[in-house]
């Protein structure tokens, strides 16, 4: 890339971080009504856990928002033509990290009280291969119809993001950055791993 697009280019990184720090989860829940969203339920600020409390609307509104994260600022770098080695994909991937990082470790509250990473990762996935996100949001639908759980779906979609990813756009670089994100969505969802192997996770 040009000295114009590099520099854009680290500019629209950190706005994936700052914008994917935005907790829209908390934002929402603390505009419109007296739930401490960090507090209650799960404690997490995801749509899930805003849908339970706060009801169906302020989770559509916070899953838009999420999504949002991961769109908007891989999208902007197809604006500015940005590549790597000719790659658009390979540009975009570490957008999309540096959003879903953002919402994992939020610059806004010292790095803590992150999300998940679903929708942020969905979103950027959405803007970086639309047909991964296709295929990807098939097995979501798929394995959330099968075992009646969120949780379950959102694990069963990050597995196969990477490999959906490396199919769809044979870059190396993407599947391995999908893959981190991947791992991390794993790792944040320990506790729901743990419960649904106790048969306690809570179903639809």
Not at 94 to 110: I, K, S
Not at 124 to 153: N, Q, Y
Request: charged share 15%; proline share 3%.
């Amino acid at each position: 890339m040009e000295f114009y697009h590099t520099t854009v280019y680290y500019a629209i990184l950190l706005f994936a971080y700052l914008f994917g720090s935005v907790s829209w989860g908390l934002v929402l829940t603390r505009l419109f009504t007296d739930i401490d969203i960090l507090r209650e339920g799960s404690g997490n600020v995801g749509a899930t856990n805003v849908r339970r409390l706060a009801g169906n609307r302020l989770g559509v509104l916070t899953l838009l928002g999420d999504l949002l994260k991961g769109v908007l600022p891989v999208y902007c770098v197809a604006l500015i033509g940005g590549s790597i080695e000719g790659s658009l994909v390979a540009a975009q991937a570490p957008v999309a990290l540096a959003a879903f990082g953002g919402h994992l470790f939020p610059a806004y509250t010292r790095l803590r009280n992150g999300g998940k990473g679903v929708a942020t990762a969905a979103g950027g996935l959405l803007a970086l291969s639309p047909v991964a996100f296709g295929v990807t949001l098939a097995v979501f639908c798929l394995a959330v119809w099968h075992s009646r759980r969120i949780s379950v779906g959102s694990l069963a979609a990050a597995g196969i993001m990477p490999v959906a990813v490396w199919v769809t756009t044979r870059s190396g670089w993407a599947a391995i950055l999908t893959l981190v994100m991947a791992i991390l969505i794993f790792i944040r969802h320990k506790d729901n791993i743990r419960r649904i192997r106790a048969g306690t996770e809570p179903r639809i």
